[in-house]
């Protein structure tokens, strides 16, 4: 099995910025593809972002140049800088995880229990 614990959600006014951070233990060496997911009140849960153990990389187009997703496979954290906030972006964000490269939703194997992200206007 593997845990994920995210951190670093919280209140900030657009144009900001945050920081989250996903701690994963457990048998972590099983899984290849990591990747932030979100989900806003009345709406379906979706990819941000997400990133294989080689490093290969996928964005929703809504972040694009805006986030940056990053992995370090020593200390098992996972990572999403958050830039240039907007009150779209407001939604409970999870970290999760799957054993094989895919990076569909309905593909993560594990999931977090989220932290949420509040953005004013």
């Known amino acids: 099995q593997v845990q994920l614990v995210e951190s670093g959600g919280g209140l900030v006014q657009a144009g900001e910025s945050l920081r989250l951070s996903c701690a994963a233990s457990?048998?972590?060496?099983?899984?290849?593809?990591m990747g932030w997911y979100r989900q806003a009140p009345g709406k379906q849960r979706e990819l941000v972002a997400a990133?294989?153990?080689?490093?290969?990389?996928k964005y929703a187009d809504s972040v694009k140049g805006r986030f940056t997703i990053s992995r370090d496979n020593a200390k098992n954290t996972l990572s999403l800088q958050m830039n240039s906030l907007k009150p779209e972006d407001t939604a409970v964000y999870y970290c999760?995880?799957?054993?094989?490269?895919?990076?569909?939703?309905?593909?993560?194997?594990?999931w977090g229990k989220g932290t949420l992200v509040t953005v004013s206007s």
């Open positions: 990133i294989t153990s080689g490093g290969s990389t």
């Open positions: 457990g048998m972590i060496f099983l899984c290849n593809a």
């Open positions: 999760a995880a799957n054993r094989e490269a895919t990076m569909y939703v309905h593909d993560m194997d594990y």
